[in-house]
């Protein structure tokens, strides 16, 4: 069933004025995009980099929207066949009315934080509740300060379960995301360098992470990696409810043990207070598993059995571009697709990663691109991560990288007689890539790996060319 809200909800929720249009008006829908508007959308004109959205208030009208949010100094003449709602900013109308919306809701509300992982963790506990819950779950990456209000926004009375993905890049957004959401149970995966550019250090994510965990209510669950002495410790002093812990290390709760990583996917042993069962995952890497724990501690916390859990994780699909495995039929290709994003311990698990599944005889290319967003940390992150990369055994046949800083990664690999090209953008190493491929005869293994503003995917899809 869609949303539906009133006029005078909205106007409640907000604090606007209805300046136009019908006072008994129901909206089903909410949108930040003129081209998504479908019948019956309340349409939020954000302002961006090069454009207004209130520049497109009559395209969303003429598209089917029953009505807008605007800033009256910005429209000289309204739309007068729709709802004109004033307000004084519209992106804070719109966080408003979800928080409004939120809290007129019933359902389970688990909000995932962390440096990695987040994103598995909740498509994982997506699956695992869909088919015992009505199901609502955070689409891509629409994590944030936009992303999180049009996610809520999209839940009906009837969604038993909501679980969001919750992103930060700078001190307090957390605790923004959580005045609109009120997750009753936080989930922490991991604590990494990522975004310190405005985070400064390790220790700065850390803070930035811990806000999901002050914002829990005294009824309600953090469940946090115990691995981790400094995040335990910061979650020990700030939650006021309980705690459950998962990971590797013999004090959690809820442990994952002998893994094994092959091309076939990663296996391990899940084992919870009360019994233990072997999970075998598709995914690719140990990383997948720690998700996989971290899944089922909450599905257990909250009503699922473990043998429902570890039948539906037996069938779970990622993410996309989160080391997917991609086949070019009739090349002897395989494509590990790990360029959603990247960070220093996000690289270092690719790299261990591909080492795990590489066969005998593999030719082995790694495509890698700039490790974003590090600040003053960049450069010394990026060097380190060349050093361990021909510390690699055995190394690579071939490194291609695409940016800037990524050149000292470059720069180690050719001072250890490592075969490596540099490119400033990706267009240009992915002709580069497809004919190293199409150079050769026998078996071969490329990841690609970087961050998002790389683009990377453009190799990825060039490769994938491949088998027409």
């Known amino acids: 069933m869609p949303v539906k809200l009133t006029t005078q909800d909205v106007c409640v929720a907000t604090g606007g004025t209805l300046s136009c249009g019908r006072a008994d008006a129901v909206f089903t829908s909410v949108t930040i995009d003129s081209r998504s508007v479908t019948p019956g959308a309340l349409f939020v004109p ?22 807008f949010f605007f800033i009256q100094e910005k429209v000289p003449s309204l739309p007068d066949s729709a709802v004109g709602i004033a307000v004084p900013d519209p992106l804070l109308a719109l966080q408003d009315l979800a928080a409004w919306h939120r809290n007129r809701l019933n359902a389970l509300v688990i909000g995932i934080a962390g440096s990695n992982g987040k994103t598995t963790t909740k498509e994982l506990l997506a699956q695992l509740y869909a088919g015992a819950k009505r ?3 955070t689409q891509g990456n629409l994590n944030n300060h936009i992303g999180v209000p049009l996610t809520l926004l999209r839940a009906d009375e009837d969604v038993e379960v909501m679980v969001l993905e919750l992103g930060t890049s700078g001190p307090g957004e957390l605790t923004t995301l959580c005045r609109i959401a009120r997750p009753h149970l936080g989930v922490i995966t991991t604590i ?3 975004h310190t550019e405005m985070l400064k250090d390790l220790a700065g994510v850390l803070e930035a992470e811990a806000e999901l965990i ?6 309600g669950v953090a469940i946090v990696n115990g691995d981790d002495d400094a995040l335990l410790a910061t979650v020990q002093r700030l939650a006021r409810c309980r705690v459950v812990t998962f990971g590797e290390k013999p004090t959690n709760q809820y442990r994952v043990t002998e893994v094994q990583v092959s091309r076939q996917g990663t296996r391990f042993t899940l084992e919870t207070p009360a019994e233990r069962r072997t999970v075998q995952l598709q995914l690719l890497g140990s990383h997948f598993a720690l998700a996989a724990v971290a899944a089922a501690a909450v599905a257990l916390e909250y009503g699922l059995p473990l043998d429902e859990i570890c039948t539906t994780l037996h069938t779970a699909h990622g993410a996309p571009r989160r080391m997917a495995v991609i086949e070019v039929p009739g090349r002897r290709l395989t494509i590990l697709d790990d360029c959603y994003n990247a960070n220093p311990a996000s690289m270092r698990q690719a790299l261990l990663t591909v080492q795990q599944v590489r066969a005998a005889g593999e030719r082995l290319i790694l495509v890698l691109g700039d490790m974003l967003e590090l600040g003053a940390l960049s450069q010394r992150r990026h060097a380190e991560i060349g050093e361990e990369l021909v510390a690699l055994d055995p ?7 695409v940016g800037e800083d990524v050149r000292l990664i470059a720069e180690r690999v050719a001072e250890a007689s490592v075969p490596v090209h540099t490119f400033a953008v990706a267009e240009a190493a992915a002709a580069f890539v497809r004919e190293a491929i199409l150079d050769w005869t026998g078996p071969q293994l490329v990841l690609v790996k970087g961050s998002r503003g790389v683009h990377l995917e ?3 899809r060039r490769l994938m060319e491949l088998s027409s």
């Open 135 to 137: 199901t609502l779950a």
């Open 46 to 67: 954000l302002p961006g980099t090069r454009v207004d959205g209130h520049a497109y208030l009559s395209e969303a009208v003429a598209r089917g929207a029953s009505g």
């Open 458 to 460: 453009e190799i990825t």
């Open 395 to 401: 190394r690579p046949d071939l490194v291609i990288t």
């Open 214 to 219: 002050a914002a829990l209510p005294p009824d």
């Open 192 to 194: 990494a360098e990522e």
